[in-house]
């Protein structure tokens, strides 16, 4: 069992930037595939970024060259820098984790996840 506890959302302007944070208890997080999703209202869970056991990260499309997810194994914390925010990025975020540590091919969905947090709301206005 993993537990994670998403937090660092806010309201922020268009142009901002935004650090999340999912803190994760239980067995070994580090032993599992990693990733952040995004439900913007009326919409789905789609895949921001994922980062593997070995630290191999994915990132989608949407998101390269502004989405960083990264860890900090000493605080058991697994991080989602958002760079120059845009009201589209609006929504819950969530962090997730699979029982395995590798990543099945990317673009990941949800269902290739076992645990997820509660999300961390993101508001960007313009």
């Known amino acids: 069992q993993v537990q994670l506890v998403e937090s660092g959302g806010g309201s922020v302007q268009a142009g901002g930037s935004l650090r999340l944070s999912c803190a994760a208890s239980?067995?070994?997080?580090?032993?599992?595939?990693m990733g952040w999703f995004r439900q913007a209202p009326g919409k789905g869970r789609e895949v921001l970024a994922t980062l593997d056991g070995g630290g191999v990260t994915t990132y989608a499309d949407s998101g390269k060259g502004r989405f960083t997810i990264s860890r900090d194994i000493n605080k058991n914390t697994l991080y989602l820098e958002i760079n120059n925010l845009a009201p589209e990025d609006t929504g819950m975020y969530f962090c997730?984790?699979?029982?395995?540590?590798?990543?099945?091919?990317?673009?990941?969905?949800?269902?290739?996840?076992?645990?997820w947090g509660q999300g961390t709301q993101v508001t960007v206005s313009t």
């Open positions: 239980g067995s070994s997080p580090w032993r599992h595939c």
């Open positions: 997730a984790a699979r029982r395995y540590n590798y990543c099945l091919r990317p673009p990941s969905v949800p269902s290739d996840f076992d645990y």
